[in-house]
T-cell receptor
Framework: NAGVTQTPKFRVLKTGQSMTLLCAQDMNHEYMYWYRQDPGMGLRLIHYSVGEGTTAKGEVPDGYNVSRLKKQNFLLGLESAAPSQTSVYFC?????FGSGTDTQYFGPGTRLTVL | EDQVTQSPEALRLQEGESSSLNCSYTVSGLRGLFWYRQDPGKGPEFLFTLYSAGEEKEKERLKATLTKKESFLHITAPKPEDSATYLCAVMGSARQLTFGSGTQLTVLP
């Protein structure tokens, strides 16, 4: 099993450009998440999904949109990139939602730079 | 609002020199306290979950403990391959993970 995969691994954008980050998981997990990681701030939840066709806002959702058209895929979109969105983005998935008895499995990350 | 503070930010140890990493937290309705390991350029990798004060879990040279306000990750006789950033996170009644900013551990041979 590949687990959680993310594409691309690196991307450089100019301010105002758009892009989509793709996350795929092969563990048949119902729940998926997008986080951003910035120096000194830890991982912060952007959006999450509790099932195919459903999405919800996390702690820092502004400037991002998401879609979950298939159970195994979770897309994160930036419609008009800003330098403040320069970060490392991680996707995660889990079998249970909000359970202390389960864990989230993380992908390898996408490093995004917005000039 | 759940909060997690990790200390120190960075720690350099000689191989074999034992030490502890601290995770202080405030949470409403603790569902679990998680420890992850993150290597450079990679995603976090799950290590432990602790659920209640007094609980302890071990894995190789790592031992995690939990009180009502803190968790410690004890590293006994570390090796260079233990070098990584260690992340602490809590899940409370909001059912979302809140992460600390991590402790970057370097173990020198």
């Amino acid at each position: 099993n590949a687990g959680v995969t993310q594409t691309p691994k690196f991307r450089v954008l100019k301010t105002g450009q758009s892009m989509t980050l793709l996350c795929a998981q092969d563990m048949n997990h119902e729940y998926m998440y997008w986080y951003r990681q910035d120096p000194g701030m830890g991982l912060r939840l952007i959006h999450y999904s509790v099932g195919e066709g459903t999405t919800a806002k996390g702690e820092v959702p502004d400037g991002y949109n998401v879609s979950r058209l298939k159970k195994q895929n979770f897309l994160l979109g930036l419609e008009s990139a800003a330098p403040s969105q320069t970060s490392v983005y991680f996707c995660a998935s889990s079998y249970l939602f909000g359970s202390g008895t389960d864990t989230q499995y993380f992908g390898p990350g996408t490093r995004l730079t917005v000039l | 609002e759940d909060q997690v503070t990790q200390s120190p930010e960075a720690l350099r140890l000689q191989e074999g020199e034992s030490s502890s990493l601290n995770c202080s937290y405030t949470v409403s309705g603790l569902r679990g306290l998680f420890w992850y390991r993150q290597d450079p350029g990679k995603g976090p990798e799950f290590l432990f979950t602790l659920y209640s004060a007094g609980e302890e879990k071990e894995k190789e040279r790592l031992k995690a403990t939990l009180t009502k306000k803190e968790s410690f990750l004890h590293i006994t006789a570390p090796k260079p391959e233990d070098s990584a950033t260690y992340l602490c996170a809590v899940m409370g009644s909001a059912r979302q993970l809140t992460f600390g900013s991590g402790t970057q551990l370097t173990v020198l041979p």
